[in-house]
């Protein structure tokens, strides 16, 4: 696609953004919610007071997340993922399963109190990061310093230059340094944070703390408290499980189920592929200790749609208003005439 094509593409896609809210806002769309049927699970990552885009594109503020609750709570019907399963679902509403992602801290703080108030339920798929003495995702420490981070990075005798988005690009080959380290076991990403932290110390901001903390298992526990919180594992150490040895893969299932389960005192029994990524082979891995639902955000190949263990989801996406966030809910698309 030409940069002209994409261009033009943008003008008209914002441009239906804008006509459909307008129509949403003239009454024009409250048929359209009310007669939606079928069911959709969805992924939220982190909440914070404002900004949800100065790190990555995956925050919303709690602000917009209770305006999502507010409609929901209005046209749709909130179900625990059990029901998902299940196929408790609603001949009457449209169904939509609620599910975060990464185990920010921000979500007991933030996300907790929301769902108690309008008492509906979510999965929170949390990874073990705490158990190797992490208190942040190995990619969101490389996002803050590719945002903080000087322009020209040396890494490993290698030259990375940040691109338009603030991304640390390899001037040999034109790889990313994340999509590197994606490839690598944790060993090689702790020793990157490792050797990182002390050009850019961002920790010591705390207006960025929002942005990256982790859940102590304190509150991890306390979540798991709640009748409308249920836990589900997202790896041990947030690694791409197809891009591992499987062996490896093998272990992060398990001990991640372990340690959540010792946190927890609950039964871990769903599993959220990081990334979405995931083969055959890491589908069978994760069965064999012992999850019996997984969710991935786009099915990889043909035979997983008669699999009932797996299921899909879509990413909810912070740079559209309410209304066009449930218009393409109920589509599942953000291309959608």
């Known amino acids: ?20 809210e307008a129509g949403y806002r003239l009454g024009l769309y409250r048929g359209f919610h009310r007669s939606a049927r079928g069911c959709r699970i969805l992924i939220y990552h982190g909440l914070c007071k404002e900004d949800p885009t100065r790190f990555n594109p995956i925050f919303l503020t709690k602000n917009r997340f209770e305006d999502h609750l507010k409609f929901y709570k209005k046209y749709f019907n909130v179900i625990s993922l059990d029901d998902y399963y299940a196929r408790n679902l609603s001949n009457e509403r449209f169904n939509v399963c609620l599910t975060f992602d990464d185990g920010f801290a921000n979500n007991y703080k933030y996300a907790l109190p929301l769902l108690e108030k309008y008492q509906l339920p979510a999965t929170f798929f ?7 003495g992490y208190d942040i995702l190995w990619n969101d420490f490389l996002g803050i310093v590719s945002k903080y981070g000087p322009e020209n990075l040396t890494y490993k005798r290698k030259v990375y230059r940040k691109d ?7 001037v040999a080959d034109g790889i990313s340094l994340a999509d590197k380290l994606r490839n690598t076991g944790f060993t090689e990403k702790a020793e990157m944070m490792r050797q990182l932290y002390p050009q850019v110390p961002f920790k010591i901001n705390q207006a ?3 942005y990256w903390l982790q859940m102590t298992p304190k509150e991890i526990r306390k979540l798991a408290a709640s009748p409308y919180v249920t836990i589900g594992s997202h790896g ?19 001990l991640s189920k372990q340690y959540l389960e010792s946190v927890t ?29 997984l969710l991935v955000m786009d099915f990889k190949f043909p035979e997983d749609q008669n699999d009932p263990a797996l299921l899909e989801r879509f990413t909810v996406n912070p740079f ?5 966030q449930m218009y393409a809910t109920i589509k599942r698309s953000y291309e959608q005439h």
């Not at 041990?236 to 398990?254: G, P, V, W």
């Not at 005192?265 to 639902?293: D, H, L, N, T």
């Not at 559209?320 to 066009?324: A, F, G, L, Q, V």
Request: net charge positive.
């Open 126 to 132: 949390i990874t073990a990061i705490g158990a190797a």
């Open 236 to 254: 041990y150490y947030h690694n791409d499980l197809a891009r591992i040895k499987i062996s490896d893969t093998a272990e992060e299932l398990i």
């Open 208 to 210: 960025d703390i929002d």
């Open 164 to 170: 338009k988005n603030n991304k640390y690009i390899s």
């Open 265 to 293: 005192r609950k039964k871990i029994k769903s599993f959220a592929f990081p990334y979405g990524s995931y083969s055959p082979e890491v589908v069978e891995a994760a069965k064999g200790a012992g999850y019996r639902q």
């Open 320 to 324: 559209i208003s309410t209304h066009n």
């Open 1 to 20: 696609m030409s940069l002209s094509q994409k261009i033009a593409r943008k003008i008209y896609r914002e441009s239906k953004y804008l006509l459909r």
